[in-house]
T-cell receptor, first 116, second 113 residues
Framework: AQTVTQSQPEMSVQEAETVTLSCTYDTSESDYYLFWYKQPPSRQMILVIRQEAYKQQNATENRFSVNFQKAAKSFSLKISDSQLGDAAMYFCAYRSSGGSQGNLIFGKGTKLSVKP | DAGITQSPRHKVTETGTPVTLRCHQTENHRYMYWYRQDPGHGLRLIHYSYGVKDTDKGEVSDGYSVSRSKTEDFLLTLESATSSQTSVYFC????????????FGPGTRLTVL
């Protein structure tokens, strides 16, 4: 079974600085998808970024980018120019490309604090 | 934001009572999902639907049932609520063209006393 591990329960960053959140996963599959979701205090789960495993190029969305290392099964999220509104829980998630449509597997999350 | 609403947003109930949570979408997406979120566990899939009247179990389906009689509505029922079902429940949807990518509703906080 696939697993997703976020080894940093909490992280802190100074406003305007850069922070990297770590995620590793375990799978025997070669084709899959990876995601980062943000959950602010409002509790809403917000999709931050999506990566297709068969694509070598790292996904980027404005200030958010990933470092996808397929061989190492690593999928870290880099937040540049951190803003106070980036403070939230961040969840890494894995989804197989085949099989059950519902099979989105989440890590336990990293709580990010942003200091002014 | 994806057009997903959940009702109620908060509910307190007694052990042994039935509870139904509703997820409503205005996106006409084919796939719908129910997750629960508990401290230390992240989100875990309860049930999902791949079309009207087509549903299947997820990782933590015991004690829950679902129904989908219309594309836009996906109901989650706790037939006899227990304290272990105190949690935050999220509905999610995804479309056929990009069914891997799920968008979430605002969540329902359920407390079972």
């Amino acid at each position: 079974a696939q697993t997703v591990t976020q080894s940093q329960p909490e992280m802190s960053v100074q406003e305007a600085e850069t922070v990297t959140l770590s995620c590793t996963y375990d799978t025997s599959e070669s084709d899959y998808y990876l995601f980062w979701y943000k959950q602010p205090p409002s509790r809403q789960m917000i999709l931050v970024i999506r990566q297709e495993a068969y694509k070598q190029q790292n996904a980027t969305e404005n200030r958010f980018s990933v470092n996808f290392q397929k061989a190492a099964k690593s999928f870290s999220l880099k937040i540049s120019d951190s803003q106070l509104g980036d403070a939230a829980m961040y969840f890494c998630a894995y989804r197989s490309s085949g099989g059950s449509q519902g099979n989105l597997i989440f890590g336990k999350g990293t709580k990010l604090s942003v200091k002014p | 934001d994806a057009g997903i609403t959940q009702s109620p947003r908060h509910k307190v109930t007694e052990t042994g009572t039935p509870v139904t949570l509703r997820c409503h979408q205005t996106e006409n997406h084919r796939y719908m999902y129910w997750y629960r979120q508990d401290p230390g566990h992240g989100l875990r899939l309860i049930h999902y639907s791949y079309g009207v009247k087509d549903t299947d179990k997820g990782e933590v389906s015991d004690g829950y049932s679902v129904s989908r009689s219309k594309t836009e509505d996906f109901l989650l029922t706790l037939e006899s609520a227990t304290s272990s079902q105190t949690s935050v429940y999220f509905c999610a949807i995804s479309e056929v063209r990009r069914e891997d990518t799920q968008y979430f509703g605002p969540g329902t906080r359920l407390t079972v006393l």
